[in-house]
Nanobody, 113 residues
């Protein structure tokens, strides 16, 4: 089955940008719809952005217009470009199969202050 490793998180100021990466191994991402999710302690996990096999994308209202999901099949990688970051974007971000998170990585922390 597919294994996922996220990277690119970190600490950034309000209004800043980050790009998260999710490298897949064990299978090709083209076989899956992929997405990004985030988890804030004591809150429900939120589906942030997803990309279908045909390239169509969907976003949570909270990130629409600020975040962009993309994928590079040659690199077997899914990206999340995050711009105009807000403090409420602070969370642990996971890459996973979309929309049901049947496979996911270890997560990468994003802190916006």
């Amino acid at each position: 089955h597919v294994q996922l490793v996220e990277s690119g998180g970190g600490s950034v100021q309000v209004g800043g940008s980050l790009r998260l990466s999710c490298v897949a191994s064990g299978d090709t991402i083209g076989r899956y719809c992929m997405g990004w999710f985030r988890q804030i302690p004591d809150k429900e996990r939120e589906a942030v952005a997803g990309i279908e096999s045909d390239g169509s994308t969907s976003y949570a209202n909270s990130v629409k217009g600020r975040f962009t999901i993309s994928q590079d099949s040659a690199k077997n990688t899914v990206y999340l470009q995050m711009n105009s970051l807000k403090s409420e974007d602070t969370a642990l971000y996971y890459c996973g199969t979309w929309p049901q998170m049947t496979h996911w990585g270890q997560g990468t922390q994003v802190t916006v202050s």
